[in-house]
Nanobody, 119 residues
Framework: QVKLVESGGGLVHPGGSLKLSCVGS????????MGWHRQAPGKERELVAM???????VYADSAKERFTISIDNAKNTVNLQMNNLKPEDTAIYYC?????????????WGQGTQVTVSS
């Protein structure tokens, strides 16, 4: 069974930084791509950034120039470095993974980690 475990969330002041990490595990875990989504209270879950195993990236406009996503295929790990954080970045951040073995539309999710940006 595929499992994704996030870490690194917390409380930070505006302008601060946080690094989120997510480790995937499970029999035959081989990710085509991994990413981060977030969901703020009262809002829908939205994409933050995604990266393929080849290193191609996609960022939401809100994340460009502030966030950097990276992947370590050997360790089944995806990281999200978040700089210059703003109060509107406050949300639960979810790791996601799409495996080579997945069927169409299949996606795996972590339990989420809370990020709070507040003075």
């Amino acid at each position: 069974q595929v499992k994704l475990v996030e870490s690194g969330g917390g409380l930070v002041h505006p302008g601060g930084s946080l690094k989120l990490s997510c480790v995937g595990s499970g029999s035959g875990f081989r990710a085509f791509g991994m990413g981060w989504h977030r969901q703020a209270p009262g809002k829908e879950r939205e994409l933050v950034a995604m990266i393929t195993d080849g290193g191609s990236t996609v960022y939401a406009d809100s994340a460009k120039e502030r966030f950097t996503i990276s992947i370590d295929n050997a360790k089944n790990t995806v990281n999200l470095q978040m700089n210059n954080l703003k109060p509107e970045d406050t949300a639960i951040y979810y790791c996601s993974a799409r495996l080579y073995s997945d069927g169409p539309g299949e996606m795996h999710w972590g339990q989420g980690t809370q990020v709070t940006v507040s003075s």
